[in-house]
């Protein structure tokens, strides 16, 4: 039975009926098709009225649902039988839902417009302001790790730091597969990351720097699986949202300033007037960023780091956490860990400085009335 989502306040326009057509023995994420489209459906923005049938044959990214809910008409097929319809009556919906239980092709289209997901079809993705195709695959036994991976790699932002990119994907995919299968929250996850964040703070405190990066890492690759996880599992909420990101702005400057006090149990401590100087570049400089990074989104509609190639090559390394880490891994492998809370303060004053020309630069164009667009949408 088609199920009516709500739409979540009174100005909104009625959602569609989502139904899911069929039943499929095989989980994705430990979810049934069923359930999984029901937390689609919750999350969905109001689309136009009508029925939107998902066919419990194939798993689609939550991004095909949302697009295919807000243009009636559309039907996107896979090896020519219907995987996701937006009907517009009765009839149309009586005609797609046959179709999908009898696993056969539509027998006539009429008005509708079918997309054919083998013409590699593309969709807005309205975060990283780019044209992509996401994943739709018949899911079955034999396909569930490999649709598991396309959602969770779909789920990964296109441009993010290093780390993050090239050195823990493939393990927090592990845990995240193992979280859905145990039915942990990401909310669990991310109070488990919260934990592993205030012991290696309180590690860098005693100069115990080896334990505090590995506990820090322990909560940095937890921090990419929350994220995850949710988005697997369809489970965000705003207080999830607001938990770990909240707990990503606030820690980077306790883990600086307790890694400079942790020197004394080395014998290299900072001068007081050195000391003082790292902090208000360090803290001052993640502060300012930061700011730069909400200014440019209020003024353009997107993030920095999307702007041009440059910027998302830049993220890759900029002065935030995860880079910042990697200097001081080094400078802890050379037994001077000092040195790397000072490179860390050069280094967020140089990225700053990037960030803030790179303001100015997108005011320059915009004042020309030159728009800006985020090289990603180009290609």
Request: aromatic share 10%.
């Amino acid at each position: 039975m088609p199920e009516l989502v709500p739409p979540p306040g009174p100005s909104r326009e009625p959602t569609p009926a989502i139904e899911t057509v069929g039943a499929n023995p095989t989980r994705l994420w430990g979810l049934t098709m069923a359930e999984r489209t029901r937390r689609i459906a919750r999350r969905m923005d109001p689309p136009s009225a009508g029925v939107v049938l998902v066919n419990a044959r194939f798993a689609a990214d939550p991004a095909w649902i949302r697009h295919v809910g807000g243009q009636p008409s559309v039907v996107l097929t896979l090896g020519g039988i219907p995987a996701l319809a937006h009907a517009r009556s009765a009839e149309e919906a009586a005609a797609l839902r046959s179709a999908m239980q009898d696993d056969q092709p539509l027998a006539r289209a009429g008005s509708l417009d079918v997309m054919a997901y083998e013409d590699r079809p593309q969709i807005e993705n309205k975060e990283l302001r780019k044209r992509e195709t996401p994943f739709l695959m018949e899911l079955r036994p034999g396909t569930v790790r490999a649709i598991e991976r396309a959602s969770y790699f779909g789920a990964y932002k296109g441009v993010t730091d290093i780390l993050t990119k090239y050195l823990w994907p493939e393990w927090a995919l592990v845990l995240t597969r193992i979280a859905a299968r145990l039915g942990i929250t990401p909310n669990m996850v991310t109070a488990a990351g919260a934990v592993f964040c205030v012991l290696a703070t309180v590690a860098f405190a005693y100069g115990h720097y080896w334990l505090g990066l590995a506990l820090g890492l322990a909560f940095m690759v937890l921090d990419t699986v929350d994220g995850k996880l949710a988005r697997c599992t369809i489970t965000s909420s705003a207080w999830g949202n607001v938990f770990d990101h909240g707990i990503d702005l606030i820690h980077p400057p306790f883990w600086w300033w307790f890694w400079a006090t942790g020197l004394s149990y080395w014998g290299l401590a900072l001068p007081d007037q050195t000391f003082a100087l790292v902090m208000i570049a360090i803290i001052g400089g993640y502060v300012l960023q930061r700011g730069i990074e909400g200014l440019f989104i209020q003024q353009n509609g997107m993030h920095i780091h999307v702007w041009r190639r440059f910027d998302s090559n830049f993220r890759l390394i900029t002065a935030r956490r995860n880079p910042n880490m990697v200097i001081l891994f080094v400078a802890l492998l050379l037994g001077r860990p000092d040195w790397g809370i000072v490179a860390v303060a050069w280094w967020t004053m140089i990225s700053l400085v990037v960030h803030a020309v790179r303001l100015g630069q997108a005011w320059l164009k915009r004042t020309r009335g030159v728009p800006i667009t985020s090289w990603l949408a180009e290609n």
